[in-house]
């Protein structure tokens, strides 16, 4: 049995705040429901796609860059200044329902909290100030500190080494199926948190802790 | 300039064969038009997954785990039967229309033409052999042999080395910007195939070619 993790990391998007302003925007745009899961589909496999090449670019370059080819691949052309348009609402987005209350909880119970996103610091950083929960986090990490994207096994070690914890104290939080198989095989526990059309990855390890949201996370987690 | 290519790496899906038989199951089994593209997105952002992660499961299994989880994802459960059935389809794909004339022109134009697929070599053997095109390949290779998928560079490297080439007289060909940059990356020329409702990714290298199907690239390439 694992030990009671001590520091809990969080990925942001999805997880924590709430995209649908951003799936909205892109659905809209592009006149087709589905469009913005696609591009936001691409954006993973592509932002992997720098990594497995050794290359790098921020995640909000590859975002932009995933947007013009989606659009042209449903026969449109978005402007450099209206994806830009699209995108900032990415900054923009609120958390979802129980997220503060749930990371309260879990800051009293005395857990360490920490972010670690695919997105820029800056990103990051504006997100979840915006989202007024910036000041329940020890520290706010971005992969771009690293040069990798998640689920590479550096971006979890990054974290434990800058956090000098091993890996068997720590919980990976996350709604994405991937970013949790990456923390597993980097050693990590994992816990799934069930948002509205996710669910596990038939090949993943299982998790340590799933829950439909962080209420019900911190109540698995407290004792 | 680069110098002439002497050998032609071949993607195979959707590259060469039309993969509208197993779009239309997955997108009728779901109800939704968008199902199968979200499907292969995840099927290719999971492959890189594993192979970042630094594990390996065949394409056919990540393929298999990703329509569950797609299917879920949209509130439905396919039983492994159904799953089973579906996916079989990828073995009897038709070929693009063009693509039989194009190879044998390549192919009496002197290059030496070889298959490379993240599928399993079973599965790419079969659906080159059923689509009726498997004479015309000197060699067929599957990312199998490396455990890593394409776009990471071993998987160029290693039928650079099994025919031992250099990689500036190689042309990798493919419908997929992200196998392209993976090839250019690694040193190989490339050539897109404008398949419907590809397009370029914004941060690609140039290709070297560019065509609507293997017919306009032969004339690119035979002088």
New interface residues.
């Given amino acids: 049995m694992s030990s009671s993790p001590q520091l809990l990391i969080f990925d942001v998007n999805e997880t924590l705040l709430d995209t649908k302003a951003v799936t909205a925007a892109i659905n809209k745009e592009l006149g087709?429901s589905?469009?913005a899961?696609?591009w936001f589909?691409?954006l993973?496999?592509?932002s992997?796609?720098e990594?497995?090449?050794?290359?790098f670019?921020d995640f909000s370059?590859?975002a932009?860059?995933?947007l013009?080819?989606t659009a042209?691949?449903y026969g449109k052309d978005l402007s450099a200044e209206k994806r830009e348009i699209i995108l900032s609402e990415f900054k923009k987005l609120s958390p979802h329902s129980e997220v503060f209350e749930g990371l309260q909880r879990l800051k009293n119970a005395g857990f360490i909290i920490v972010a670690l996103s695919n997105g820029t610091l800056e990103t990051i950083n504006d997100q979840l100030k915006y989202a007024g929960i910036n000041q329940l986090f020890d520290r706010i990490f971005s992969i771009q500190s690293i040069g990798?994207?998640k689920?590479?096994?550096s971006t979890y070690a990054y974290v434990l080494d800058k956090m000098e914890i091993s890996s068997d104290k720590v919980l990976m939080i996350a709604a994405h199926?991937?970013d949790l198989?990456?923390a597993s095989?980097?050693g990590l526990q994992t816990a799934f948190i069930k948002r509205e059309?996710?669910?596990?990855?038939?090949?993943s390890p299982k998790n340590d802790f799933e829950a439909e949201n962080l209420i019900q996370l911190s109540n698995l987690l407290i004792h």
């Fill in positions: 087709n589905e469009a899961g696609k589909q691409s993973l496999h592509y992997l796609v990594t497995v090449t050794g290359d670019a370059q590859i932009d860059a995933c013009e080819m042209k691949n990798k994207f689920p590479h096994p199926p991937w198989v990456g095989r980097a059309g996710k669910s596990n990855y038939p090949l």
